[in-house]
Each structure stands twice: as C-alpha cells, then as structure tokens.
C-alpha cells in the first residue's frame, strides 16, 4: 500500500512539474493573451485531459519544420517573372486602367512579404454548389493534355469521388502528369488501399502529416485545408468545396444521413494567376513529398490569352507563416472599407483584430451584412459563433442566418472592387492552425457576381433581430459563452 502512495505521489510530482513546463513553455512563446490564458485554463480546469488536448491541438510548430517558400527566393527566373508582373500593375496604374490604387497596401503587403505577384489578365468564373463545380471540374479534367494537380482537404471515397478518380486513371494512362495530395485527417476514407491503387496507375499521391505517425501526438491538429487544382498551367480552382457526395443538392441528396442542403461556393480561374496556383500547389507538394527536384522547371505555361483585365493575387497562411498574410488582408480591407462589407463563413469566431475592424467599420457607417448558418456540422462552434453576435448587432452590424441548409461558402466583398474566395473560415483554426489559401480579386465586375451570389442567399436567410437576440433563454447565453472560452482552440 505505502508503494502505491510512493508511486501516485511520484506520479503527480512529475505530471506537475510537466504543466509547470508547459506553462512557462506558453508564456514565453508570447502568444496572444486569450489564447494563453484559454490554453493555461484548460490544464488547470481539466487535469490530464487538458494535457492530452494541448498536445493534440495546440503544440506550436517550428517555423522552420514545414512550408517553406525558400525555393521561390532561391530562383532567379520566379523573381523575374514576379517582379515583371508587379511592375505591370504599376505600369497599368500610372497610364490610368487600373482604377484600384485605395487596395494597393494590400497589393504591396502581399507581394513585399508573401512574395504574392498581382497578375493582370484573368477570366474568373464563379461555381455554385457541387452541381455547377463537378461538371466542370471532370470536363476540364477530360481534357487535360500534360498536367494535372489536385489539392483537396477531403477527398471522399464516394460517387463522386471514384468518378473523378476514372477519369484521373485514363488521363494517366495517356501520359498526363498527376500529382494529388489530400489531408490525412480530412480524407480518412482513403486509405492505403486506395494510395496502392493511385500508385499502380501511375499517380503520384501524398497524404499532409498522415495519422498514426510518431509525429501524430504533435501535429494532428495543423491541417491542410485548402482547396485546389490546376490543369496545363491553363485552368485553377480553389474554393469552399470539397470532393464529396454531400456538396451535391439533386434527386440523390440531401439523403437519410446528409438531411442538409449544402451550398457552397467555388471558382474557376484562367490566366496569369494559373502560375501562381501551381507555386502555391509545389509549396506543399515539396514538403509533402520530401523530393528535392527543380519543380519550377515543372510548371507548365499557359497557352491562355484574354484579354480581360481582373486582377487577381493569392494569398495563403499557415501555422509556421512568420506573417499571417490571410488575416493582415482581412484586417487592412476591413479598416479601409468605406461603403460596404458582405460576408458569407459557416464558423464565425474572429480574432480580436477582425472583430474590432468589423465593429469599427460598422460604427463608421459601414454597411455590414453577415451570413452564417443557422445550424452548422458543429454545435461548440455554433454556439461560440452566436456568443459574438450581440456585441456587432449593437454595433450595427447585420446578421442573417441560413435556414436553407448549411452554407459552407467562404466569400468576403469589399465595396465595389476588392472580394476573396477560398478555404479561409473566420475563424481561429483558419488563421493559427491550418494551411489555408484565398484568391483576391480586385474587379469590379467580379464583385458584382459576387454581390449576386450573397443577395441571392439572403433569401433563404432570416435577419436577427438585437432586441429578439437579447431575450434568449439564460442557459442559452450560459452555452454560447462557455463554447466562446474555447473558441482559440475549436
């Protein structure tokens, strides 16, 4: 019996001593105050089980351990090609046809520090929903003639996703390069048998951080949540939606097991910026992978020539970017806003810098309208999500929920010229611990589409009301904030 003490007090002492660590750990790594504090209460509130949790979603990376950009600075022919696209912006500014010169801090932050290049001439078109986006995807697919990349936070073993997987098989067969990464975590169903398949018909498929690793207990909760394709260096994609059954709203769906509509939003590029989505895709296909070859030998040159003026920059995060380039974008539109700001996220837990810069844009007379859904696929989110309403409504913020179904649509537009699509959710997870990657336009006519596509939502939308929000039941409000305290770290 006195060995047992012996042993538990032993125990203890080291389990104690390892929270001291960590703590100190926390504290010196300087992270934002509510994160800190969220993390330290957690450990303290939930002993054992919040240490299981910090390891699992809140370990901090080494910078210096994943996504590395250094292969862009190192080639002298990527800065060539990124600084001539750059100076054409300028040039274009300076002879009067680029009437966009209020974003050019946001232009300039991404390129000075992102090394994001504005591309000037690019047609975009705009998808709705799994029924416009799969369609064209496969046709696009059908047609490819050398190359083929895909990126895909889920990809599921489904209708859907075998059918496109057919014609990734005869496209390989005709001698197409293909090159496929997805999330371990976010596509589970496709499991080693499916990677032996792949392989055996000559695609090339890596899986970002794969589960059960010895690395699995420090890095499950940094994701790859991006969404994207490109075909021949000519088309890309990128957007809210997955490969999955669910994103599709016909005859078959919503079924039994998936009873909501899902709407969400994708869109289709052609052009300059088709370069860039394929550095973005060889950013992780590098770290992925752990080849070493010469990749921008790889991408492949657009045959495609418009001459539509839509300028078009990506910008893409991560929890080992030193600036976090998705967020600084938002907080510079935000602030900078004048006439208007319309946002569509199915999670809408902004940091303390993004909730501050809506607030203040709609106090200075800002028309502000966000759509989030009324039910969403996660209650504690869902409920830390409506903790934030309040406060903006008081603020002259406009609220409307979703009742259609659940709309997943990453869309933010502001004023007449300056919107972003893409994997980005206003959320904490989006900006401290996946890779996420949005494509800025700055285009009056996209902005218009995309005005269309949100006024078109607010349909199916019904408006809350301040007064109605205030008189919620008191256990309501109790579990909206609760769920708030672990908004860091949903």
Known sequence: MKEMNVIAAILSIIYYLIIIFIIIRILLENRKPIYSAALIGLMIVLPVVGLIIFFFVAYKMNKSSFVSKKWHSERKDIQAWKESTYTNIEKHQKRGKTPF????????MLFLYEKST????????????????????????SNAIKQIHIEFYVFENDKIGNEILKVLFRKAEEGVKIRFIIDSFGSRSMNKKMFKL???NNIEVFSFLPLFTPKLFRFMNIRDHRKLVTIDGNIAYTGGINVADRYINNKNYPTKKEKRFWRDTQIRVCGEAVKSFQLQFFNIWKFVSKQQNDFFEEIVYSTYKTENECITQLMDSGPDSEFKSILNTLFLAFTNAEKEILIQTPYFCPPDELYTAIQNAALSGVTVKIIIPEISDNKIVTDAARSYVEGLLSANVQFFMYTKGFIHSKIMIVDDSLSTVGS???????FSSNYEMNAVFYNKEINQQLKSVFNNDLKECTQIDL????????FKVLEESVARLFAPLI
Do not use: A, Q
């Open 101 to 108: 010169k209020e974003w050019n801090k946001i232009i300039n």
């Open 118 to 141: 504005p591309t000037y001439y690019n047609d975009v078109e705009v998808l709705i929903n799994g029924e416009e986006f799969f369609p064209r995807l496969i046709e696009d697919l």
């Open 198 to 200: 792949l392989r055996d």
């Open 424 to 430: 980005t959710n206003l959320d904490y997870r989006s």
């Open 467 to 474: 007064n109605t929000w205030k008189h919620r039941p008191f």
